[in-house]
């Protein structure tokens, strides 16, 4: 049995007892992981599909090539590998993970050129692989709704009367990173303590994930079972909260702790490419965490999105 539930958009939807029953099986299955599979998501069939097959000619280009679209974390381009080590946010040093990443973000600016130019910088579009831009801007689009309407579904399954996020996400910071882990016969064996993705908590709301499964692939943690495999439902998309949200729950919630296991040697030509979509809330959002009883926790401090998010996304950065 995994501690991951699955839950069905449309039944929510739906409204009724149907509804009811889903919500306390998104409130239990927070509760257990900070982890959902999530059906009836809405994102066009086969619109993934687009974006991965593109994506693959990209990473397929020469290092030289893409190094002209290369950026640092948190940058609109190419991520190569040896820059980011998801475990130095855990305060473990790791070695780098081991992947490379095309990165896209909002860029729906303010006016204000110290906001925009951390939170809303240009998309870079590389011009070998054209047909990479239209499938990742339609992507992005469904998944910024698919995001809003989940957080509306987590304050209803806490009870709220209203949802407090209708007003906190008017111009919301958000990135979708898509992420390739080599195979085993391209990099070579790992080092002690490397991983394609080290053991790690996001930093946002809601991270929604279109993965592929595979020997090296997603593991969760749970208090009760430790790491496990992640479950793969090719009609679901992996759901996971952040610590933003886990923090505006009162510790409610865990923020969904997981890794990306390195490439195994029973599979050394395994290739994976990941969609990984980081929703946030407006830069300058305010968040109030809930005291309990809703919250675990009394008394927490309200924090402002953008200055909690830049003490995580700084201490990833290698060099």
Same mark, same amino acid.
């Given at each position: 049995?995994?501690?991951?539930?699955?839950?069905?958009?449309?039944?929510?939807?739906?409204?009724?007892?149907?509804?009811?029953?889903?919500?306390?099986?998104?409130?239990?299955?927070?509760?257990?992981?900070?982890?959902?599979?999530?059906?009836?998501?809405?994102?066009?069939?086969?619109?993934?599909?687009d974006?991965?097959a593109?994506?693959?000619?990209?990473?397929?280009?020469?290092?030289?090539? $893409?190094?002209?679209?290369?950026?640092?974390?948190?940058?609109?381009?190419?991520i &190569?590998?040896?820059?980011?080590?998801? &475990?130095?946010?855990?305060?473990? @040093?790791?070695?780098?993970d081991? $992947?490379?990443?095309?990165?896209?973000?909002?860029?729906?600016?303010?006016?204000?050129?110290?906001?925009?130019?951390?939170?809303?910088? #240009?998309?870079?579009?590389?011009?070998?692989?054209?047909?990479?831009?239209?499938?990742?801007?339609?992507y992005?689009?469904?998944?910024?709704?698919?995001?809003?309407?989940?957080?509306?579904?987590?304050?209803?399954?806490?009870?709220?009367?209203?949802?407090p996020?209708?007003?906190?996400?008017?111009?919301?910071?958000?990135t979708?990173?898509?992420?390739?882990?080599?195979?085993?016969?391209?990099?070579?064996?790992p080092?002690?303590?490397?991983?394609?993705?080290?053991? !790690?908590? #996001?930093?946002?709301?809601?991270?929604?994930?279109?993965?592929?499964?595979?020997?090296?692939?997603?593991?969760?943690?749970?208090d009760? &079972?430790?790491?496990?495999?992640?479950?793969?439902?090719?009609?679901?998309?992996?759901?996971?909260?952040?610590?933003?949200?886990?923090?505006?729950?009162?510790?409610?919630?865990?923020?969904?702790? !997981?890794?990306?296991l390195?490439?195994?040697?029973?599979?050394?030509?395994?290739?994976?490419? %990941?969609?990984?979509?980081?929703?946030?809330?407006?830069?300058? @959002?305010?968040?109030?965490?809930?005291?309990?009883?809703?919250?675990?926790?009394?008394?927490?401090?309200?924090?402002? %999105?953008?200055?909690?998010?830049?003490?995580?996304?700084?201490?990833?950065?290698?060099?």
């Open positions: 049995m995994t501690p991951i539930a699955t839950v069905d958009l449309d039944r929510w939807r739906a409204g009724g007892e149907s509804a009811a029953r889903v919500l306390r099986e998104v409130d239990a299955g927070l509760r257990r992981a900070g982890f959902l599979l999530v059906r009836g998501h809405g994102v066009p069939q086969g619109l993934p599909g974006v991965r593109a994506a693959r000619r990209f990473f397929a280009l020469p290092p030289a090539v $893409k190094q002209r679209y290369a950026v640092s974390v948190g940058g609109r381009g190419w &190569g590998p040896g820059l980011e080590a998801n &475990g130095y946010s855990e305060g473990t @040093a790791t070695p780098p081991l $992947k490379e990443t095309f990165a896209v973000g909002a860029d729906t600016r303010t006016g204000d050129p110290r906001v925009d130019r951390v939170w809303f910088l #240009d998309n870079v579009w590389p011009g070998e692989v054209g047909e990479l831009r239209e499938p990742l801007l339609a992005t689009a469904a998944v910024r709704v698919l995001s809003d309407e989940l957080l509306a579904l987590f304050a209803a399954a806490l009870g709220l009367s209203h949802n996020f209708e007003s906190l996400a008017a111009r919301p910071t958000w979708c990173n898509i992420n390739h882990y080599p195979p085993l016969t391209a990099i070579g064996p080092e002690p303590g490397q991983f394609r993705i080290g053991p !790690h908590t #996001d930093f946002g709301t809601v991270t929604v994930l279109d993965r592929e499964p595979g020997a090296g692939g997603l593991q969760v943690y749970t009760d &079972g430790g790491w496990a495999d992640a479950p793969y439902d090719p009609e679901a998309l992996t759901v996971n909260i952040g610590d933003l949200l886990a923090y505006w729950s009162g510790h409610r919630w865990p923020a969904g702790r !997981h890794r990306v390195p490439p195994q040697a029973a599979a050394p030509e395994e290739d994976l490419v %990941s969609l990984i979509y980081f929703y946030e809330l407006d830069h300058d @959002a305010r968040v109030t965490p809930l005291d309990p009883p809703i919250g675990r926790v009394a008394g927490l401090a309200p924090v402002v %999105s953008a200055e909690f998010l830049r003490t995580r996304l700084d201490a990833i950065m290698l060099g």
